[in-house]
């Protein structure tokens, strides 16, 4: 009977301790404080970040990074399809990507401009060329630019860069097309590139008199004193109506506009033979 009584005693002390200990404001405060959320992951910018960054997306390999960096900017993530990121790959980075904002009101501006490419007016100037505007950013000139300016435009690598500059000089962003450019790149370039004035002058100069010429190559050329090749064996192209001559020709080195370039340069450039003159042997 006395170790059954101790035995009750020790079991109702233990039960008074416990409920004391329970009910301190210790306990208590530990049970109402939530466990902390975790911080929410940084979102990857596709305008700004690098292609390193980008590549550690899911789905995003070297090439589509470098896909991505080439069409900026963009208005939204679903903008991506248009650099040629395929859907699948869009819906695996949307929760874990942004787009910064001063760049997507960019893209936004740059919208209408590229929806109407193609469209000329007076003059043979495209219509997106008037809705661009010195607030977009800085144009690049396409008659004065150097290769690595051109090259830095979305679309635009050191090949057709240096197709570009080879063609010079242009009336308009859409006479790109005349120096073998896809209509692709050109419509990207609406609202990022121009014509210097004084060029676009004189290529309309030049296009006026080859429509009213007789047909003939010499109708547009005027001679000159010759120049000498400082090669032998280069061709003389006339910038102006994208004909090459062969040393012997009566306009060689005489057109008020040209240069002299190897034959395999010049049809690199997309410049073609006289079918006047004589041929090589």
């Known amino acids: 009977m006395i170790n059954r009584a101790r035995n009750i005693i020790v079991w109702s002390i233990a039960a008074a301790l416990f409920s004391v200990l329970a009910s301190s404001p210790a306990v208590a405060a530990a049970k109402k404080t939530p466990t902390a959320a975790p911080a929410a992951a940084t979102l990857v910018d596709i305008n700004n970040a690098t292609e390193k960054e980008l590549e550690s997306l899911p789905g995003v390999g070297k090439a589509t990074a470098a896909k991505i960096v080439a069409g900026r900017p963009y208005a939204s993530v679903d903008d991506l399809a248009k650099a040629g990121v395929s859907k699948a790959t869009i819906a695996k980075i949307t929760p874990l990507v942004t787009v910064g904002a001063a760049a997507a009101a960019a893209a936004a501006t740059l919208a209408p401009a590229t929806a109407n490419t193609g469209t000329k007016g007076k003059g043979g100037t495209s219509a997106t060329q008037a809705a661009a505007s010195p607030a977009s950013g800085a ?6 630019a150097t290769e690595k300016e051109l090259d830095a435009l979305p679309g635009v690598g050191k090949a057709t860069a240096e197709k ?28 990022l590139a121009t014509v210097s004035s004084a060029a676009a002058t004189t290529t309309s100069k030049v296009q006026a008199q080859g429509a009213t010429a007789a047909g003939t190559t010499g109708a547009t050329e005027a001679a000159t004193q010759a120049q000498v090749p400082p090669v032998k064996g280069m061709v003389w192209v006339n910038t102006g109506t ?29 410049y073609h033979a006289s079918k006047s003159g004589p041929k090589p042997k």
């Open 139 to 144: 144009l690049v000139d396409i008659n004065s």
């Open 164 to 191: 570009i500059i080879a063609g010079r000089p242009y009336a308009s962003v859409d006479d790109l097309a005349k120096a073998g450019v896809p209509k692709a790149t050109i419509a990207k370039l609406a609202g």
């Open 242 to 270: 994208g004909v090459y001559h062969y040393e012997g020709d009566e306009w060689y080195g005489k057109t008020k506009q040209g240069k002299f370039l190897t034959e395999a340069d010049a049809i690199k450039a997309g």
